[in-house]
Structure formats: C-alpha cells, structure tokens
C-alpha cells in the first residue's frame, strides 16, 4: 500500500512539472505521455485533481490546465514559513550589497537543498529555484555544511562514497576536498570556482538555527566573483551572524 500511495503523490507531482515544462494546456494523452502512465491512470489523477478544483477543463481543443488553486495554497504555506519569513529580509539586503544571488540551503540526505534564493540584481546573473538539490561537494553550500562537520565526521562521510566531476575543475579526490574544506573552515568562508556550474563562483558560510545548520552563499559569474571574493566574504559573514542573532533572540 506504502509503495503505491508514494507512487501516486510522485504522478500528481510528475503531471504539474509537465505543465510547468509546457506552458500550455495539455490534453490527456499528451498528459499520460509526458508523465510515463497509461491514459486510464492519468485519468483517475486528473478526475481527482479536477474535482478538487486544481485543474479545469477546455472544451477546444480538448485539454486540462491548472487552476491558481495550487499556486495559492503553496503561496499561503510558504508565507508563513516561520524560519524563511525571517531569513529572506537579511537575505535581500545581502543581495542588494553584493548585486548578487544570494542562496539559503540546508543538507538533506546526501545532498543540499534550496530552501530560499533571492535573485540577483544584474542582467547576466547565476539562477536557481528553491527546492533545487545540488551535490555536497562542489556546490559552496554544500562545502560550507560539510566544513560544519569534525574532520573525523568529515572522513567517515567521504569514506564509502565517489565523487563525481559534476564540471572539469570539481573535486574528486578525497584528499583534495578535505584540504580544502578544511582550509576554508579556518577563514571562516567556503568558495566554489566553477566546480558546480562552469564559470559560476561562489562564496557561502555556515551558521547554527537552534539545532539546524544552513548555509548562505553568494554566486555570480566569474569575472564578477573572483576579483571580489574577499568583500564578498565580508558582507556574507556579518550576515549570518545577523540572522544568527536574530533567530536566536526568536
């Protein structure tokens, strides 16, 4: 039953990612076959999601689309997001200080997770979306987190696991990302150079929550990152004592 029922939630979750892929009505058959099901399952969703009020119907040509019922919902959870409602004000004036985009994460699992991204100020700037996963070892947060752990923790994690090359200048060796992290952790900031993103540098930092560690980054393409790393660095660590301080006083 377990197994079923996550089956399902991922085809609901798998059915508003093609719509948001397509950006334009979509009709069932295009629908089952941009999800992977047979026709009859996609119905027995989209029946469920219409009476609910998260889809409608168009009669020419025959096709679904999504209500804003879904956008609302998810908009009313996350403006009360206790922790986010609080971070996101120190986040955008770091990204007004800096010009550039400003990243809140946290681990999950082997990975980081965006919890937050405050989009920078430039026409050619690095993107992302909240929700993205990225890898541990050569995204800046993920750099940051790991340089949270004792080197023992550190070593004990890297031990039984390979690194992919996610670009041509990622950390593969363990040797190579441990000394690096460590080095990092003594100047109090972590910085990655192209080695998530080719061409994309940034600069991120650790901080405690109450009993959560999250990291906050700063990235931008290299030729406006490299030459100001140390004044980035700056600005990113007086932030998070901020929040830091805030959250502490609740």
């Not at 009709?27 to 219409?50: D, F, Q």
């Not at 800096?98 to 690095?126: A, C, F, M, N």
């Not at 007086?238 to 830091?244: D, E, G, I, K, N």
Request: proline letters at 5%; one cysteine or more.
């Amino acid at each position: 039953m377990t197994g079923v029922t996550v089956t399902a939630i991922a085809r609901v979750i798998d059915i508003f990612e093609a719509f948001q892929a397509s950006q334009r009505p979509l009709s069932l058959t295009e629908l089952a076959e941009a999800v992977g099901v047979p026709k009859s399952t996609c119905h027995a969703i989209v029946s469920t999601l219409t009476a609910r009020g998260y889809l409608y119907t168009l009669s020419r040509p025959r096709a679904l689309y999504p209500t804003r019922r879904m956008f609302d919902v998810m908009h009313d959870i996350s403006a009360k997001d206790p922790f986010i409602e609080r971070a996101t004000p120190v986040l955008e004036r770091l990204r007004d200080a800096t010009r550039e985009t400003v990243i809140l994460g946290k681990r999950q699992g082997d990975s980081v997770i965006y919890l937050q991204v405050v989009e920078g100020l430039h026409p050619i700037r690095y993107s992302a979306k909240p929700g993205e996963f990225k890898p541990l070892h050569s995204s800046s947060i993920g750099k940051a987190l790991l340089g949270s752990l004792k080197e023992p923790e550190l070593r004990a994690w890297l031990k039984e696991r390979t690194l992919p090359a996610v670009t041509a200048t990622t950390k593969t060796a363990h040797e190579a990302l441990v000394a690096d992290v460590l080095d990092s952790r003594k100047l109090g900031y972590f910085v990655t150079r192209g080695e998530n993103v080719s061409d994309v540098w940034a600069v991120a930092a650790f901080l405690q929550l109450h009993n959560d560690t999250v990291a906050v980054a700063v990235a931008g393409p290299q030729h406006r990152i490299e030459s100001s790393v140390a004044e980035v660095a700056r600005l990113l660590v007086a932030s998070c004592s901020f929040l830091a301080r805030q959250v502490e006083r609740g």
